[in-house]
């Protein structure tokens, strides 16, 4: 019997059927998960991100005991990272938000609500930024070029921009292009990361979701990388 995977539904006042639902599996497959049958790899992703539990501790005997148990899930690409887990980590977030995408322009299109719950969190005392791409960068420029969207990447910076404006207090704005190839989204001690790949758009980009197990790991790695840029970017103008 799966103790844990036992205990973390009835946390979460989940039955088989409810669970099996969320998932989209059979209720008697999550009968035979509760019996001690481990999960293929994509429903464990979904069973854990369901349960809000790490799911080292719910199929422990899959413990991993290196710097990759800060892994918590991998998709080929950002556009496949559920909705579901952008609003449940901007909406868990106590202390910090860093959102360092060139522009961030596709959390006002996954994310329902988020201007006013980023105004909620601003309001807290939370620490809310935004390091944005620099559009007139010669870098922004290039990959345009490449990129040859119709919704060109100063285009989105822009709307970024002045969806920010709508939130009270403002959030902290800083500018660089030197994270053009590399995205990181911090919610706290949990991040998503992605890596951009030749001339494809960033929902394209295989993305990662890490979560903090100690010092030294990859979370650090890249919460450090973000801070580093951050305190090295442009920051905006003061309005005339």
């Known amino acids: 019997m799966n103790t844990a995977l ?3 539904m009835s946390r979460t006042g989940m039955t088989p059927a409810t669970l099996a639902g969320k998932v989209g599996v059979d209720p008697k497959t999550v009968a035979r998960w509760l019996g001690g049958r481990v ?3 994509r429903h464990r992703s979904q069973v854990a991100q369901v349960l809000r539990e790490d799911e080292d501790v719910i199929w422990s005997g899959l413990l991993k005991r ?5 892994i918590r899930a991998a998709w080929p690409t950002r556009s ?3 909705r579901e887990l952008w609003n449940d980590l901007i909406h868990r977030a106590t202390s910090r938000i860093w959102c360092a995408g060139y522009t961030s322009y596709f959390l006002w299109t996954e994310v329902p609500g988020i201007t006013p719950t980023l105004r909620n969190k601003a309001a807290s005392g939370l620490d ?5 791409g620099l559009k007139d960068s010669p870098v922004t420029h290039e990959r345009e070029r490449i990129e040859d969207a ?3 990447i100063s285009t989105r910076i822009d709307i ?13 704005v800083r500018h660089t292009d030197r994270h053009i190839s590399l995205s990181v989204w911090i919610f706290d001690d949990e991040a998503l990361v992605s ?5 494809q758009l960033g929902h394209a980009s295989p993305t990662l979701h890490i979560r903090r197990r100690g010092p030294g790991g990859l979370f650090d790695q890249y919460a450090n990388h973000v801070d580093h840029l951050w305190e090295t970017a442009h920051a905006p103008a003061p309005a005339p």
């Open 6 to 8: 036992h205990v973390a």
């Open 39 to 41: 999960p293929h790899p």
């Open 66 to 70: 290196g710097y990759d148990r800060e």
């Open 80 to 82: 496949a990272v559920p």
């Open 128 to 132: 809310l930024r935004f390091l944005l």
């Open 150 to 152: 119709a919704l060109s």
């Open 160 to 172: 970024t921009t002045a969806e920010l404006t709508k939130i009270e207090p403002t959030p902290q």
């Open 195 to 199: 890596t951009h790949l030749a001339d």
